[in-house]
């Protein structure tokens, strides 16, 4: 168990809804990381925060957003799904920024989007 | 922009044997971390091996080791003595160690590892 929960395991929707995947970070983790692992696109990097502030931005598409909350839970929204955004989407956590030592992120074991 | 490339797609190796994963990456930093994942049929991310880029010596863990070799740009993954439990997917991953800068993990596309009994 890294420490790191994600909500919920499992997601099922049609194309058009918007859906809210949720996080939350180990124990004194700052940062927060979005990834989206599909089979044609493979691991791929959404979005980060750190406490609170958005810090970088990946591959993410304009129908996706995030927010950290102060309690430093994160949620990724996404909208007007796809057939295509149907993945798995992890969440980490790392205690700071990069450049402080390993600053090792701590993988969720994800939610597994279905889009229909 | 950093790119990480894994040539092997899918691997076997049979139980107690040795196998190794190859892994390049192409940056213009002279300073970064490399890191190997395992993904289990549960697709839990699992970090097994981390390596600084300014250490010369190469990381190991347990029957986990890497070959690190910085003018390459190649950092590959030894396991020895194979186990059952060790089938997974296999990313190597690349992070910027500069601080202040984003922090975020560039992925290769994996090595699917078989392990025959």
């Known amino acids: 168990d890294s420490g790191v929960t994600q909500t919920p395991k499992h997601l099922i929707t049609a194309t058009g809804q918007r859906v809210t995947l949720r996080c939350s970070p180990r124990?004194?983790?700052?940062?927060v990381y979005w990834y989206q692992q599909s089979l044609d696109q493979g691991l791929q990097f959404l979005i980060q925060y750190y406490n609170g502030e958005e810090r970088a931005k990946g591959n993410i598409l304009e129908r996706f957003s995030a927010q950290q909350f102060p309690d430093l839970h994160s949620e990724l929204n996404l909208s007007s799904l796809e057939l295509g955004d149907s993945a798995l989407y992890f969440c980490a956590s790392s205690r700071g920024l990069a450049g402080s030592s390993y600053n090792e992120q701590f993988f969720g074991p994800g939610t597994r989007l279905t889009v229909l | 922009a950093q790119t990480v490339t894994q040539s092997q797609p899918e691997m076997s190796v049979q139980e107690a044997e040795t196998v190794t994963l190859s892994c390049t990456y192409d940056?213009?930093?002279?300073?970064?971390?490399l890191f190997w994942y395992k993904q289990p049929p549960s697709r839990q991310m699992i970090l097994v091996i981390r390596?600084?880029?300014?250490?010369?010596q190469n990381a190991t863990e347990n029957r986990f080791s890497v070959n690190f070799q910085k003018a390459a740009k190649s950092f590959s993954l030894k396991i020895s003595d194979s186990q059952l439990g060790d089938a997974a997917m296999y990313f190597c991953a690349y992070r910027t160690s500069y601080g202040g800068s984003q922090g975020n993990l560039i992925f290769g596309k994996g090595t699917k590892l078989s392990v025959k009994p």
């Open positions: 940056t213009s930093e002279s300073d970064y971390y």
């Open positions: 390596q600084e880029a300014y250490k010369q």
């Open positions: 124990s004194g983790d700052l940062s």
